[in-house]
């Protein structure tokens, strides 16, 4: 068998007992994630609210920070983006519907667009296989970026519930693989031993 000198993998044995139990946590960590988000989703929706408007703050103390730089060829501008930046930032987190109506828009507004490329891809497709699906996709897209851009803010809350539920889903299904992963390494290492 021949081995590259720069092969950094670690043997089998030694990689995969760790893995299990980071697959666990893992899958805790998202289960507790999916748990919160499910039962607090307003409140889950307005953290994701406040760190978008921090993020906007932030951005605008970067911009109005390089209004000092002499090379800056573009001060007033910059500085004018930053003021700007700071005062939308302080409004998502002061208007937190206000927000969560712009985050909803955004997302209706992409899942439009998405369901438009799709059905036209799926019409423009010819006898392509799977042109059904990109129909079908393009369809339930589109429908469900008008109700998402009709009402924002309530089908967020419903959008945070469902995503919520998936969390759920997919943290046992990790905690699952993980004591799986447990299981057939304690094999290995009788078969082994």
């Given at each position: 068998m021949v081995t590259d000198e720069f092969d950094t993998q670690a043997p089998p044995s030694l990689a995969m007992p760790a893995s299990?139990?980071?697959?666990?946590?893992?899958?805790?960590?998202?289960l507790v994630l999916g748990l919160v988000v499910t039962f607090h989703p307003t409140s889950s929706l307005n953290v994701v609210a406040i760190l978008l408007g921090i993020l906007m703050i932030f951005s605008g103390i970067f911009h109005l920070l390089r209004v000092f730089d002499v090379n800056e060829v573009h001060r007033v501008w910059v500085g004018i983006v930053g003021l700007l930046f700071v005062v939308i930032g302080v409004l998502l987190i002061r208007h937190l519907n206000l927000t969560l109506a712009i985050i909803g828009v955004?997302?209706?507004?992409?899942?439009?667009?998405?369901?438009?490329?799709?059905?036209?891809?799926?019409?423009?497709?010819?006898?392509?296989?799977?042109?059904?699906?990109?129909?079908?996709?393009?369809?339930?897209?589109?429908?469900?970026?008008?109700?998402?851009?009709?009402?924002?803010?309530?089908?967020?809350?419903?959008?945070?519930?469902?995503?919520?539920?998936?969390?759920?889903?997919?943290?046992?299904?990790?905690?699952?693989?993980?004591?799986?992963?447990?299981?057939?390494?304690?094999?290995?290492?009788?078969?082994?031993?």
């Amino acid at each position: 068998m021949v081995t590259d000198e720069f092969d950094t993998q670690a043997p089998p044995s030694l990689a995969m007992p760790a893995s299990w139990q980071a697959t666990v946590l893992l899958g805790a960590l998202t289960l507790v994630l999916g748990l919160v988000v499910t039962f607090h989703p307003t409140s889950s929706l307005n953290v994701v609210a406040i760190l978008l408007g921090i993020l906007m703050i932030f951005s605008g103390i970067f911009h109005l920070l390089r209004v000092f730089d002499v090379n800056e060829v573009h001060r007033v501008w910059v500085g004018i983006v930053g003021l700007l930046f700071v005062v939308i930032g302080v409004l998502l987190i002061r208007h937190l519907n206000l927000t969560l109506a712009i985050i909803g828009v955004f997302i209706g507004i992409t899942w439009i667009v998405q369901g438009l490329v799709s059905l036209i891809a799926g019409f423009s497709g010819g006898t392509r296989e799977g042109r059904i699906w990109w129909i079908a996709f393009g369809a339930i897209s589109l429908i469900a970026g008008v109700v998402v851009a009709v009402a924002p803010v309530t089908s967020l809350n419903t959008l945070a519930v469902l995503l919520g539920m998936w969390f759920v889903i997919m943290g046992i299904f990790e905690i699952v693989a993980g004591f799986m992963l447990r299981q057939a390494l304690s094999r290995t290492d009788t078969v082994q031993g």
